[in-house]
């Protein structure tokens, strides 16, 4: 007697079939978000940046911080301070957050810069 095997696949093969696109699609759904939270953490540090880049200018022009402005600025950082450090003619300024990167882990950035000369 001979087979009675159609054309089409056996249900054995497209149940692997099937599998094979399950490991697929939840491999890059992974990456996908592996991916998205590095391109978060990238944003917050570019965001401290800013913060850090405003509170220099001001401590080397020897300006008051406006607080409404540092306040929008950090409005974007989870948990955001900034730690200010004095010492002689320097400031050190450092941002601590809680980063997306890092599974919300904390992060910081800093920066230490000449005070201005007072006039």
């Known amino acids: 007697m001979r087979g009675l095997r159609r054309g089409g696949s056996t249900l054995v093969e497209l149940m692997i079939a099937l599998a094979m696109l ?3 699609f939840a491999l890059s759904s992974n990456g996908g978000r592996s991916a998205e939270l590095q391109g978060l953490g990238e944003l917050q540090r570019e965001r401290a940046w800013l913060v850090l880049d405003y509170r220099a200018d001001c401590a080397a022009r020897g300006v008051p911080v406006d607080d409404a402005v540092q306040n929008r ?6 948990g955001a301070s900034v730690e200010v450090v004095r010492a002689d003619a320097t400031v050190t300024l450092t941002v601590h957050w809680r ?4 599974a ?5 950035a800093s920066i230490t810069v000449f005070q201005g000369a007072q006039r």
């Open 22 to 24: 399950g490991i697929l």
């Open 104 to 108: 919300g882990g904390l992060e910081r």
């Open 99 to 102: 980063g997306a990167g890092t």
């Open 73 to 78: 600025l950090l409005d974007t950082l989870p």
